[in-house]
Every structure is written in structure tokens, then in C-alpha cells.
T-cell receptor, first 115, second 111 residues
């Protein structure tokens, strides 16, 4: 079956530093990937849509200069949280849409803690 | 985007059928109904989707009303491992195919 991985699964960083999260589609190609954020006891909130070879589309209220998204290949998208602050601590989840279909597969998530 | 309404929580006895309702009264004709679930601290898992007809797979059945304004996800024999948050989503009818999650239903399967 279609598998999406995320790395790292957990990361702790200090306030003011940047952290990069990778999202990979392991056995399929994905022209589109999505990034979500989830705070405790809340639902997933879509942050941005990442398209291979082009700029990401951010949802309203999401700072594009703080959450840098790069989708350089058909199997990899990265989310970089720049100048992280404690309020950025959250569960970040990516999903990948299989090329030529509408089917989306989710990664296992990355737990970011900013101290 | 068509919005969905789900009860915040439900209980189900182990081995019994779990019926999870979803209201999507503003759904458009070309929008699909998708169901995902999320077990604690994991990424969402696809369950099933449908447009008009009822659907069944190895995990669940999806019953969509004739007017398409509501649907029910049925887990025929719930197990403790089915305890999760279940999300009913109407997929945006565009090329992006993005999924907008609501609050979902927390299903607690009890022994």
C-alpha cells in the first residue's frame, strides 16, 4: 500500500532556532503534498498545499515566511519552521496525493516541542 | 466547501456495530464524502469514501442518503482498536483535492 513517512518523528528545539521536517512518499509519486498542524485535543488544521516544482499555497492566517515549504521532487516535501517559538509546539502532519488520483495518504506525524 | 456536522462523542460496546452519523446538508453534486480516522498521536487513516451509492470495504460500510445530505459510517463489529476520532469530510471539488477536517466524533469502544 501507499506509504508516507515523516522525519523526524519527534524533535525538541530551542526558541529562536529553525527546524526542518521531511515528508516522503515511499512507493508512489506525489505532485501535491499537504501540511497540517494539530494542537492537543483539536482537529487537524490545513496549513499549506505544496506542489512539486512550484511555490506552496498557504491557507489564510499561516505565515509563509515562518513556515517555509519546499517540494523539490515527486517524493519529497519539506517544512521548515523558522525562528521557532514555544507557541509553534504542535503535531505536524503531512499527506501526499498520489499522482493522477485524488487519493491522499497521511504520514505518521512529527511532534515538535520548542523550549 | 460543504461543512459537516458530527456528534462530538459516541460509545460502542465491543463486538457490536458502531454507527457514526454525519450531516452535510450543503454538499454539492460533485463532492465526495470521505471518512478518515485518527488514533491517538498518529496520522489519519483512510477508511472509505463515496459519492451517491452505498459503499463497503474490508473496514466499513458507508450509507449515503438519497438526497446526499447525510451519511452514516458503519463499523460492523467494533473492537477496542477502533477507538479513535472519526472524521467525515466533504472533499473540495477542485484539482487540489485538499481535505478540510472538522471536529470529528470520538468513538470509545468499551469491553
Amino acid at each position: 500500500g501507499a506509504v508516507v513517512s515523516q522525519h523526524p518523528s519527534r524533535v525538541i528545539c530551542k526558541s529562536g532556532t529553525s527546524v526542518k521536517i521531511e515528508c516522503r512518499s515511499l512507493d508512489f509519486q506525489a505532485t501535491t503534498m499537504f501540511w497540517y498542524r494539530q494542537f492537543p485535543k483539536q482537529s487537524l488544521m490545513l496549513m499549506a498545499t505544496s506542489n512539486e516544482g512550484s511555490k506552496a499555497t498557504y491557507e489564510q492566517g499561516v505565515e509563509k515566511d515562518k513556515f517555509l515549504i519546499n517540494h523539490a521532487s515527486l517524493t519529497l516535501s519539506t517544512l521548515t519552521v523558522t525562528s521557532a517559538h514555544p507557541e509553534d509546539s504542535s503535531f505536524y502532519i503531512c499527506s501526499a496525493r498520489e499522482m493522477g488520483t485524488y487519493e491522499q495518504y497521511f504520514g505518521p506525524g512529527t511532534r515538535l516541542t520548542v523550549t | 466547501d460543504a461543512k459537516t456536522t458530527q456528534p462530538p462523542s459516541m460509545d460502542c460496546a465491543e463486538g457490536r456495530a458502531a454507527n457514526l452519523p454525519c450531516n452535510h446538508s450543503t454538499i454539492s453534486g460533485n463532492e465526495y464524502v470521505y471518512w478518515y480516522r485518527q488514533i491517538h498521536s498518529q496520522g489519519p487513516q483512510y477508511i472509505i469514501h463515496g459519492l451517491k451509492n452505498n459503499e463497503t470495504n474490508e473496514m466499513a460500510s458507508l450509507i449515503i442518503t438519497e438526497d446526499r445530505k447525510s451519511s452514516t459510517l458503519i463499523l460492523p463489529h467494533a473492537t477496542l482498536r477502533d477507538t479513535a476520532v472519526y472524521y467525515c469530510i466533504v472533499r473540495v471539488a477542485s484539482n487540489t483535492g485538499k481535505l478540510i477536517f472538522g471536529q470529528g466524533t470520538t468513538l470509545q469502544v468499551k469491553p
